[in-house]
């Protein structure tokens, strides 16, 4: 069976330092809010080219809090809605939601990415901010849609939970926007062993709001300014996405060899490959395949060994949860539900080998419908 993801495989590929480095925090009886953790910011900092990195202890609440940080400092006013791409994961769309404010779906472009144009159909009076997601670990469209939003004094904050070091212009995604979000779950491409997260920005204003509203809304213990949750990247994971962190560079470009191979060797009308097999701006968290004939492609590769997953089966639009609470007259985003319809995710990671990857393509080209 060639593996989705073998989790633990890439994690014994960074021994002895991890294990090492998980000891130096048992040992050292400081478990959160300690040396790792400033440690582990100021590096991510510089990785992305931002100023500054509050460490949190998931995505979700990468997002959320950055959305209420940019609300509070900007005093949008209740029913504010956040332009969110209709393909993406749930994530991107309940965090606006938890915020206190309404998701508006937009539809997404051939690359399942946010654009000026799908945004500018859904865009209103009430819109204070967009999300755009880095799906699948290609940026989104950072340039035309910065000076999109800035014509409209839109807040933008980057969904950057895909897409660890992936670059446009030789400038990392997460230092784009006023603000971005991103994901340490053990799957992502920088993965923690356990949860974690972080809100990147060059505000620091907005990275002292985040930080106040992530603990308890104090800056200085039992004082509480303002009600906020409680929402840390613990010593644990910063310790471990330290050791994680240094090798990041060539794990990306370990992916890009394996969809670069994937783009060589499969040949099969039934299927396209992403991007038109352009593989030079991704970093491939997701190898995302399209194919009309997805779910019997996805059969057919099981019967051969090979394990697949959808991202995702249904678009936003779709999910039961936020059906009802979305922002009205939102229109039908068909690409995203083509997406929806359409996609099929082969393995792909730092260590899958240049045989597991001709497998792979193999077992697609004998694909017939
Ligand atoms: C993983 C992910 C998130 C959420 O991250 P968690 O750490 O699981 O909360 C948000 N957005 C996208 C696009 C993701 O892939």
Same mark, same amino acid.
């Given at each position: 069976m060639i593996n989705f993801l073998p989790l633990q495989q890439i994690n014994a590929s960074f021994e002895? /330092?991890l294990?090492?480095?998980?000891?130096?925090?048992?040992?050292?009886?400081?478990?959160?809010? %300690?040396?790792?953790?400033?440690?582990? &910011?100021?590096?991510?900092?510089?990785?992305?080219?931002?100023?500054?990195?509050?460490?949190?202890?998931?995505?979700?609440?990468?997002?959320?809090?950055?959305?209420?940080?940019?609300?509070?400092?900007?005093?949008?006013?209740? %029913?504010?809605? $956040?332009?969110?791409?209709?393909?993406?994961?749930?994530?991107?769309?309940?965090? $606006?939601?938890?915020?206190?404010?309404?998701?508006?779906?937009?539809?997404?472009?051939?690359?399942?990415?946010?654009?000026? /144009?799908?945004? &500018?159909?859904?865009?209103? &009076?009430?819109?204070?901010?967009?999300?755009?997601?880095?799906?699948?670990?290609?940026?989104?469209?950072?340039?035309?849609?910065?000076?999109?939003?800035?014509?409209?004094?839109?807040?933008?904050?980057?969904?950057?939970?895909?897409?660890?070091?992936?670059?446009?212009?030789?400038?990392?995604?997460?230092?784009?926007?006023?603000?971005?979000?991103?994901?340490f779950y053990p799957g992502k491409n920088l993965g923690a062993l356990g949860d974690g997260?972080?809100?990147?920005? *060059?505000?620091?204003?907005?990275?002292?709001?985040?930080?106040? @509203?992530?603990?308890? %809304? *104090?800056?200085?213990?039992?004082?509480?300014? $303002?009600?906020?949750?409680?929402?840390?990247?613990? /010593?644990?994971? *910063?310790?471990a996405?330290?050791?994680k962190?240094?090798?990041?560079?060539?794990d990306?470009?370990?992916r890009?060899?394996?969809?670069?191979?994937?783009?060589?060797?499969?040949?099969?009308?039934?299927?396209?490959?992403?991007?038109? %097999?352009?593989?030079?701006?991704?970093?491939?968290h997701?190898?995302?395949?399209?194919?009309?004939?997805?779910?019997?492609?996805?059969?057919?590769?099981?019967?051969?060994?090979?394990e697949?997953l959808?991202?995702?089966?249904?678009?936003?639009?779709?999910?039961?949860?936020?059906? *009802? $609470?979305?922002?009205?007259?939102?229109?039908?985003?068909?690409?995203?539900?083509?997406?929806?319809?359409? /996609?099929?995710? @082969?393995p792909i990671s730092p260590l899958l080998?240049?045989?597991?990857?001709?497998?792979?393509?193999?077992?697609?080209?004998?694909?017939?419908?």
């Open positions: 002895p /330092e294990s090492a480095a998980v000891q130096r925090v048992v040992r050292s009886g400081w478990y959160l809010r %300690g040396e790792e953790t400033r440690c582990f &910011e100021a590096e991510f900092a510089r990785y992305i080219g931002v100023r500054h990195v509050v460490g949190v202890g998931n995505g979700l609440d990468a997002l959320t809090l950055a959305l209420q940080a940019a609300a509070q400092k900007q005093a949008w006013a209740p %029913g504010s809605e $956040v332009i969110v791409p209709a393909m993406t994961f749930v994530a991107t769309a309940e965090a $606006v939601l938890r915020a206190g404010f309404v998701p508006r779906f937009a539809d997404v472009d051939d690359r399942a990415l946010l654009t000026p /144009e799908t945004a &500018e159909a859904v865009v209103s &009076e009430r819109t204070r901010a967009i999300v755009p997601v880095h799906l699948y670990g290609h940026p989104a469209p950072m340039t035309d849609l910065m000076a999109w939003a800035a014509e409209r004094g839109l807040f933008v904050l980057e969904d950057a939970a895909q897409a660890h070091g992936a670059q446009i212009d030789g400038r990392n995604v997460g230092s784009w926007g006023h603000a971005a979000a991103f994901s997260g972080a809100v990147a920005t *060059a505000d620091g204003e907005l990275a002292e709001r985040v930080r106040l @509203l992530a603990n308890y %809304g *104090a800056r200085e213990k039992y004082v509480h300014e $303002v009600a906020g949750v409680n929402s840390r990247l613990d /010593e644990l994971q *910063a310790a996405l330290r050791v962190l240094r090798r990041l560079d060539a990306n470009e370990a890009r060899g394996v969809a670069r191979r994937y783009a060589e060797k499969i040949c099969n009308p039934c299927v396209s490959l992403p991007y038109g %097999g352009d593989a030079a701006q991704s970093v491939f997701i190898y995302p395949l399209r194919s009309p004939h997805r779910d019997a492609l996805m059969r057919h590769l099981a019967a051969h060994h090979v697949t959808i991202h995702y089966p249904i678009a936003l639009p779709d999910q039961p949860a936020l059906r *009802a $609470v979305a922002a009205p007259f939102s229109p039908s985003a068909p690409v995203a539900r083509q997406w929806a319809a359409e /996609e099929l995710s @082969l080998t240049e045989r597991e990857t001709d497998a792979v393509a193999d077992a697609i080209n004998s694909f017939q419908p």
